[in-house]
């Protein structure tokens, strides 16, 4: 039985061709995506020269998904994204998306018992508030500078949205819930 605590350690050859050490056989993307989402840690590693190529490999996954129709990721993150390569941001952009990340991990199996318990979905995820906050933060931090960000944080009671626009934001949650679900 593998030691599921460990990565599973993918050699790359000079064919880059793919192995799997655990079962001895040869693998493809599409398997290194399976045991990702089964849960299982990955670490591909080039027989070589023993440089570390997970992260190339899981960029092209990812890039191979959305290039299918498989979209996760919306254009403006995807800009925001080649923008932050280009700007003062990229220090924090890749530790706001890692707590991002391990927040919405975190709190989906809560999301999920406590969904029909509470009229708002979102409020049921814990940790909720945080997140906003820290978001807040974030634009705060990056919008700053810029014209027309006011940075003052949620709108005043006379600032607040048409009813119209709360119907619009409720339908996008409840559109957001659903994709939850079914990851």
Known sequence: MADTDKPLLIKRYASRRLYNTETSDYVTLEDIAGFIRQGREVQIVDLKTGDDLTRQYLLQIVAEHESKGESVLPVDVLTDLVRSYTSGMNSIVPQFLATSFEMLRNSQSKMMENLTAFPNPMAAVPGFEAMRKQQEAFLKSVMGGMPGWS??????SEDAPP????AEIKKQLAEL???LSKL
């Open 163 to 166: 009813a119209d626009d709360i």
């Open 151 to 156: 940075g003052s944080g949620p709108a005043k």
């Open 177 to 179: 819930q659903k994709k």
